[in-house]
């Protein structure tokens, strides 16, 4: 993956469009998907309802909003992790008329076939979050998940200095083996972990991904982790919240949350209260109206006939396509920057600050 994040500065000018047109970077045919006898519309599939509360919380509105600014249709549909529904629903709307497709692949496979479809129905496509390998999307629109992994590796090893831990047991829970996001989290943990295992500093007692990212299938994998440890672990590189949420909720029945530092990743409800408990030592926050603005403004400008230069690709290691995308930047939350996540409108002080949480905000500076 080529480094060089886009600042949130950059991402402003791709908002305004003032972006100038480019030519194919990528190595196969790029349509754009509008026309001037053709009226604009946007189809997009997001993957899934539990992994993440992210996408029907956050992706979805922010989606909508921004299509809905330009006075462009849309059609945004979820595929609740069914492949089959997946493609069924990507048909209907090549049917209905979309001229772009935007995807969140539940696999690079079923991603693959969705995007080759719709290419040679002369609908443009953009991966959103996760690249499909080996797929022909023209555009990926991301976080440099690399450098959110290595937020996680970095985090875990701050807070189990911070809890004074000699030599500590550490149990991962990675993302889905389908998701090339998960790989790219892994490799930015690794980064920072494995110096510490290779030097003997830690122990890695358990390493095992979660299929789907399916949290009940997380708790199940982990208190198999904790028995195989004898109780033994001393930190948890848990991909997301809802991992990390899936380890708390085993080691609460062991009496070990709070004691055991645990990562997460998406800034959900969910995991910023487990950390306002203490109980989840640090999440990476992703904006994801950045994200989704990013997206819904070349998905536009595709369904206008209008292609853009991004001013940076990734390489797909399968495909060896380099593909025009907007990686932007992550950042780590502890409890004493928690606000930071409210401050940006992510999450509002009601949503996260009810009931018991009301004092835990105000002791975090939540205002």
Do not use: H
């Not at 022909?136 to 985090?155: H, W």
């Not at 991909?239 to 062991?254: H, M, Q, T």
């Amino acid at each position: 993956m080529r480094k060089g994040f886009l600042t949130f500065a950059a991402v402003g000018l791709l908002a305004t469009g003032s972006m100038a047109a480019c030519g194919d970077n990528g190595g196969s045919s790029d349509q754009a998907g509008g026309s001037s006898d053709k009226k604009p519309k946007i189809g997009v599939i997001l993957p899934d309802s539990k992994s993440s509360a992210r996408w029907e919380g956050a992706d979805r509105k922010y989606l909508k909003e921004a299509f809905d600014a330009a006075g462009v249709e849309s059609d945004i549909q979820n595929a609740q992790n069914d492949k089959t529904a997946f493609q069924t629903i990507a048909d209907q709307m090549i049917t209905n008329g979309v001229n772009v497709l935007m995807i969140v692949n539940l696999d690079s496979g079923t991603g693959k076939a969705v995007l080759d479809k719709a290419k040679s129905q002369g609908v443009a496509t953009i991966d959103y979050d996760r690249l499909t390998l080996g797929g022909s999307a023209q555009y990926y629109v991301s976080f440099d998940n690399e450098a959110v992994g290595k937020l996680q590796g970095e985090g875990l090893s701050k807070c189990l200095t911070d809890k004074g831990a000699k030599n500590p047991s550490i149990a991962y829970l990675n993302g889905s083996p389908t998701d090339n996001n998960a790989t790219l989290f892994k490799n930015g943990y690794d980064s920072v972990l494995k110096p510490k295992f290779d030097s003997k500093e830690y122990t890695k007692v358990a390493d095992d991904s979660v299929p789907a990212w399916d949290n009940a299938q997380a708790a199940t994998i982990f208190e198999q982790q904790l028995t195989k440890a004898r109780g033994k672990i001393d930190g948890v590189l848990a991909a997301n919240d809802g991992l990390g949420n899936a380890a708390i909720s085993v080691l609460k029945k062991n009496k070990l949350n709070g004691k055991v530092p645990v990562t997460g990743q998406d800034a959900t409800k969910e995991g910023l209260q487990n950390i306002l408990l203490g109980d989840q030592c640090m999440t990476v926050y992703k904006a994801v109206k950045k994200e989704a603005d990013a997206a819904a403004e070349l998905a536009i400008g595709l369904a206008k006939g209008q292609k853009k230069d991004t001013g940076q690709t990734v390489k797909d290691p399968e495909g060896g396509r380099d593909v025009p995308s907007v990686l932007l930047e992550p950042k780590a939350i502890y409890k004493d920057n928690v606000k930071d996540v409210v401050a940006d409108g992510y999450i509002t002080k009601d949503e996260l600050c009810t009931g018991n949480f009301a004092k835990l905000c105000a002791d975090a500076g939540i205002s």
